[in-house]
């Protein structure tokens, strides 16, 4: 199985930049996925990663260290509509239908 | 983009019913879809994993004969919520992929909040 650790809250300034870490043990990595969950909401896509590296797509942007197990998403000049739960998700290829594992997710609050 | 619907967004029910949740892939063919749960303040849990035309896989703990998965054709699959109680009161979300090949995303539907009375 896989253990995917990322921190449960955070707070941040309207504005401001946020990193947000994820770290995670699989035994046969596959991609990992970034998704946004508003309450009440299903998750969207955010950012996918297979290969070590930082993927940047306007705000925001995500790095993966494939020999570290650790991923982060950052998020620049937040605005508030960026309050919501980040979900780190990793896809083990050993499993045999390759889905998807979720973190516990980070709720994040973007003040004035 | 892909799009996968759910239905109904929102159902209300008493303890002891039966309740029928639908995800379709609106255009594209989906292969596997996955069933998730997710409590308030929790992350997605995977309860299912269907392939079209064959049974679903349970993940460990969920209870094959209380949450019934049918994915009859490569555009519908349905969870159904047996013998309902408040416990299961949750927000059901499917999601859905094209073919089987390892570069395929998933795609979410829009969720289920149900609630057990």
């Known amino acids: 199985g896989q253990n995917i650790d990322q921190p449960t809250e955070m707070t941040a300034t309207e504005g401001a930049i946020v990193q947000i870490n994820c770290t995670y043990q699989?035994?046969?990595?596959?991609?990992l996925f970034w998704y946004q969950q508003h309450a009440g909401e299903a998750p969207t896509f955010l950012s996918y990663?297979?290969?070590?590296g930082l993927e940047e797509k306007g705000r925001f942007s995500s790095f993966l260290s494939r020999s570290k197990g650790y991923s982060y998403l950052l998020l620049k000049e937040l605005q508030m509509k960026d309050s919501a739960s980040y979900l780190c998700a990793v896809r083990d290829y050993d499993n045999a239908g390759n889905m998807l594992t979720f973190g516990g997710g980070t709720r994040l609050m973007v003040k004035p | 983009g892909a799009v996968v619907s759910q239905h109904p967004s929102r159902v209300i029910c008493k303890s002891g019913t039966s309740v029928k949740i639908e995800c379709r892939s609106l255009?594209?063919?989906?292969?596997?879809m996955f069933w998730y749960r997710q409590f308030p303040k929790q992350s997605l849990m995977l309860m299912a994993t269907?392939?079209?035309?064959?049974?679903?896989?349970?993940e460990q703990g969920v209870e094959k004969d209380k949450f019934l998965i049918n994915h009859a054709s490569l555009t519908l699959s349905t969870l159904t919520v047996t013998s309902a109680h408040p416990e299961d009161s949750s927000f059901y979300i499917c999601?859905?992929?094209?073919?089987?090949?390892?570069?395929?995303?998933?795609?979410f539907g829009p969720g289920t909040r149900l609630t057990v009375l």
């Open positions: 999601s859905a992929r094209e073919g089987r090949g390892i570069g395929n995303e998933q795609f």
């Open positions: 269907s392939n079209e035309g064959s049974k679903a896989t349970y």
């Open positions: 699989t035994s046969g990595f596959n991609g």
């Open positions: 990663n297979v290969l070590d």
């Open positions: 255009d594209f063919q989906a292969t596997t």
